[in-house]
């Protein structure tokens, strides 16, 4: 039965800025696979390509309505009938920020009528309205290959401290009821750029992708059964992410990017996507040197390809052999031996991908030889690792893995060749080729890879004495042992473990994290270290505030650096239970904060990392505090597990071993973050079952004030869902990202209104983070020709009231006076001639002080500049208000812009509502006070003053507080300050105008 595909290339875009110059070729590379060996005949291609030259092939436009439309036709059965459908998309592609628009780092695809990303949000294509709508339709099997950058977003716009986090987004709804199985591959991580080859036209992924499916030798799997190479779609995958690398490596200029492909795990099978005949597939040269010399005359060389029911030896050679003997093989796994009398054999195993050259020494050999090696049956191989936590994994000849397991594996296999690797969350473990001999033991440690470390980092850890053993493992405490590439954030956690008083950790102590454990009976804490495996090493003046979910803030204060392990700080604080949420601010970022939960008898740990490229780690434990706790003490290697549980689902993957999820539901007794954590990977598997049978009532009776508790058990009782995700609610805000989008599609559904920390979180939410984080800063719009961009993901309110914000932005101005500095702050038109400022704004016009209001301060364009003639009135608000009368002609000739609708009655802020602040502040220089849209929310009202939280700073004072729901403006910005939680502070405008 045919096949059908939906093959999408984007050079051309409406804004030129966002032009590209490989994304029609990758797409035509594809369609032209397809067609020729996808089984996709003409009828069933739908081709959308958007072009800077003409193609000489029918096509559809690549805008969003068409891309729609081919979707839409699926859904509506155009492919039922097909066995598989592919879809394929190059060109530009971002990771949405917010949860409004798209998912938590939902990848968000931009067709070609996108000019302005902002201003065009509705035109962009979300994951979810194509793989997952997709996925509860025929074809039953899918694949989906992105070739697209999914950073565009963050490009220009603020960015979260803990910027792009590494969790793929997986398609969400009812697994039971989906329809297909589908694969998926991004030809980039989140946050991450996609690199293309300006000079052969290209990118990098899609001629990788295209060359596994004709049979590149990395991404062939051997069938037995079939006789035949198989491209499988998880060999492909293994093959494109090498073959980025190495490509990436010889392109001019990809210093920049960090493109790593992304598998995320659906749940679906292992799928072939071609065959190949054994004669189909080019054979690779080897080239085999043998020494010394004097074993060379009786000396006999066999290659085997040792798997069950084949004839295992393939080549022979010799005696006698010269140094250097070619053969050429087929791609696989083989065996190379040689033997000679008086020497001891020898016997490598080698994958045969690429031209290689293999060298075999062979050694004189003083006991007689033996040959007791029983012919049939099996053998036994027993994969260990320093790490007993480690996870490893086997696999066969034909890519099938065949045994797992923790510190140890013991496999009883037929004679053959295997791979063993550890399996690191963050990939990249160390990989062995092995031969299992029959009726023969055979044992191998499996070495890892080099810790991800920069030269800072590991320069002081061996000052403590923590270095990589023979075998590339750190041991950073005696009662941890060896540990497989442990991260800085991992060592950093089991520091703070450590400082509890677990025995043999004295070197871990030595890092200097504080000793925070003994807490008051009830009591609770936290305590927050930052650390920097970045080369620019950590930044200063590093700072944490923690507030309560009122906003009233409980410490505030800067980081102290760790004598003894400065690329480190840390600060800790006691403080009674109860929600909170604590926050970052660095140097340079956008400060972010993460919800939390203080519980009684808790320690709330929260570990952060500067990792290289802008990626960042984050750790979060809810520990059991020191006293007459028995469960208290902390074993530092089931902590590792707990470590290693929370990496493998920090970056999208479930645990490799599902009977480790029963360990980490009942680990909860450790940590409650773990029984939420194997929670929802147990929901997110369909498996709800199994958590309610174990976990779900006693993580409501013992931990009652962890919002994600009730979060979980609304997910597994739907009988008591409304009820149980009430108290979630009014608990406070969930601390897994998983959780919060559940309750607030749930809050949104049943039709209640959006909290205003709720809707700030779903609004500025950090991509792909495993942990609810979010910005706290509001994002400015600079105004440019009178108007601004449609703001980001999230803030609906503006985007709907786009033109009357606009009909306010150009009659606000900034204040300059004639003999400097270049302002003094803003001032806006509130009816024919007159505007309306602080009187500290104008401050010496009345002794003869010049000043001038330019209503276009814009980044481009000649200024718009009339004269301060006199004052109208002096309104005495507190602070104290002045209306001045403006020169009718501007120094250029042109005419006064009208006045600014303005509430002249008295309204009633409403607490949580969007409002903007037009104006001009200075965040960097004077130069940099150019007009600037600030959105933010109502915080509060007295009666005397309106405060808000839109991002200000000097210069705007004089600012109009502008209602974007009616747009009015409501009251006149003249501070702000930095108490309790920073906020704006508006004068109602409506006193201007006495009764």
């Not at 002609?889 to 949580?912: I, K, N, Q, T, W």
């Amino acid at each position: 039965m045919a096949n059908f595909a939906i093959v999408i290339g984007i050079d051309r875009y409406d804004n030129p800025d966002f032009a590209l110059s490989g994304a029609v070729s990758d797409a035509l590379r594809f369609a032209d696979w397809a067609s020729a060996h996808g089984d996709v005949p003409p009828e069933n291609l739908r081709l959308l390509l958007s072009s800077t030259t003409d193609i000489d092939r029918e096509h559809g436009a690549a805008d969003s309505a068409a891309i729609a439309a081919v979707v839409h036709e699926v859904l509506q059965g155009a492919a039922a009938q097909a066995d598989r459908l592919f879809f394929h998309y190059a060109g530009h592609g971002l990771t949405a920020p917010g949860i409004v628009t798209g998912g938590p780092g939902e990848p968000m695809l931009v067709p070609s009528d996108v000019a302005v990303w902002t201003r065009d949000e509705r035109l962009l294509v979300g994951f979810s309205q194509v793989i997952t709508r997709l996925r509860m339709v025929r074809p039953a099997t899918q694949f989906f290959f992105i070739d697209a950058c999914r950073d565009f977003t963050l490009e220009g716009v603020y960015q979260p401290v803990i910027g792009p986090a590494t969790s793929a987004w997986v398609p969400v709804g009812d697994a039971e009821q989906a329809l297909s199985a589908q694969h998926i591959l991004y030809a980039t991580s989140p946050g991450q750029r996609a690199a293309e080859d300006e000079r052969r036209r290209q990118g990098i992924f899609t001629p990788a992708l295209v060359d596994g499916l004709l049979g590149a030798h990395r991404a062939l799997a051997w069938s037995q059964e079939l006789g035949q190479y198989e491209v499988r779609f998880s060999t492909l995958a293994r093959h494109v992410k090498a073959a980025v690398r190495r490509r990436l490596a010889a392109v001019e200029g990809a210093d920049e990017f960090v493109q790593e492909p992304q598998t995320p795990l659906t749940g679906a099978e292992d799928a072939v996507l071609a065959r190949f005949a054994p004669d189909e597939v080019p054979k690779v040269q080897v080239r085999i040197q043998v020494d010394p010399r004097l074993a060379r005359q009786a000396c006999r060389l066999k290659v085997a390809y040792p798997l069950p029911g084949t004839e295992a030896v393939i080549w022979v050679d010799g005696p006698p052999v010269e140094q250097s003997s070619v053969v050429e093989l087929p791609p696989f796994d083989y065996t190379f031996s040689a033997e000679s009398p008086g020497y001891t054999e020898v016997r490598q195993s080698h994958g045969v991908y690429e031209p290689r050259v293999i060298a075999l020494r062979l050694d004189s050999r003083s006991d007689p030889a033996r040959s007791d090696v029983p012919e049939g049956g099996d053998g036994e191989l027993v994969v260990t690792s320093p790490d007993s936590s480690a996870v490893i994994g086997i696999w066969n000849g034909e890519r099938k893995q065949v045994a797992s397991g923790s510190g140890m594996v013991y496999a009883r296999l037929g004679p053959g060749l295997y791979r063993a690797r550890l399996m690191l969350p963050e990939g990249g473990g160390g990989e062995r080729l092995v031969e299992v001999v029959a009726g023969r033991i055979m044992s191998i440690v499996l070495d890892a890879p080099p810790p991800a470390l920069t030269a800072a980092p590991m320069e002081l850890l061996r000052r403590h004495e923590i270095r990589p053993d023979e075998h590339g493992y750190l041991e950073p405490a005696e009662q941890l042992g060896p540990m497989a590439r442990p991260s800085l954030g991992s060592l950093l956690a089991f520091a703070a473990l450590a400082a509890n008083g677990a025995e043999q950790a004295e070197r871990l102590r030595g890092l200097g994290v504080a000793d925070v454990w003994d807490l008051p009976h009830g009591g609770s804490a936290v305590l927050a270290i930052v650390g920097s495996n970045r080369s620019e090493g950590l930044p200063a003046d590093a700072e944490l505030v923690v507030r309560d979910q009122w906003g009233s803030t409980l410490d505030r204060g800067l980081f102290d650096v760790l004598p003894r392990f400065p690329v480190a700080a840390q600060r800790h604080v006691v403080l009674p239970p109860g929600p909170a949420h604590v926050e970052l601010r660095f140097p340079g970022h956008t400060p972010t904060r993460y919800a939390i939960t203080r519980l009684p008898n808790r320690i709330t740990v929260l570990v952060t990392v500067l990792e290289p490229h802008g990626r960042v780690e984050v750790q979060q434990y809810l520990l059991p505090a020191a006293g007459d706790n028995p469960k208290a003490r902390l074993d530092l290697r089931r902590m590792h597990r707990i470590e290693l549980a929370q990496r493998f689902y920090s970056t999208g993957q479930s645990v490799p071993r599902l009977d480790d999820l029963d360990d980490l539901l009942y680990g909860k007794w450790i940590d409650p973050l773990l029984g939420c954590l194997a929670g929802y990977m147990l929901i997110r598997q369909g498996e709800t079952d199994r958590f309610s049978a174990i976990a779900v009532h006693n993580m409501l009776r013992h931990f009652p004030g962890l919002p994600d508790s009730y979060v979980l058990a609304a997910l597994c009782e739907p009988e008591e869902r409304d009820e149980l995700f009430e108290r979630a609610l009014a608990t406070g805000i969930p601390v897994f990202a998983e959780g919060f989008r559940a309750l607030y599609e749930w809050v949104v559904a049943s039709g209640r209104p959006v909290p205003p920390e709720m809707a700030d979180i779903a609004t500025d939410s950090v991509p792909g983070s495993p942990w609810t984080a979010w910005a706290a800063d509001r994002p400015t719009f600079v105004v440019r020709d009178g108007t601004f961009e449609v703001p980001p993901f999230g803030w609906d309110d503006l985007t709907n009231a786009h033109d009357r914000i606009r009909r306010v932005i150009g009659g606000v101005g900034r204040v300059e006076p004639a003999d400097g500095p270049s302002f003094s702050g803003t001032a806006f038109l509130v009816a024919p001639g007159v505007v309306a400022t602080p009187t500290f704004v104008v401050d010496g016009f009345a002794a003869g002080r010049r000043f001038t209001v330019d209503f276009r301060a814009e980044p481009e364009g000649r200024p718009m500049r009339f004269a301060v003639l006199d004052v109208c009135r002096v309104v005495g608000t507190d602070p104290e208000t002045v209306l001045l009368r403006l020169a009718e002609r501007s120094d250029e000739d042109e005419a006064l812009p009208d006045p600014v609708p303005v509430a002249r009655r008295a309204v009633e802020p409403v607490s949580g509502r969007t409002v903007v602040v037009v104006g001009h502040p200075a965040f960097d220089s004077p130069a940099g006070a150019v007009k600037r849209v600030q959105p933010g929310r109502i915080l509060g009202f007295d009666g005397q003053v309106i405060r808000h939280d839109a991002t200000t700073a000097p210069g705007t004072a004089g600012a109009p507080l502008v209602d974007p729901h009616t747009g009015l403006v409501i009251g006149i910005h003249y501070a702000a300050q930095f108490g309790d939680r920073k906020e704006g502070r508006a004068l109602p405008v409506w006193k201007l105008w006495p009764r």
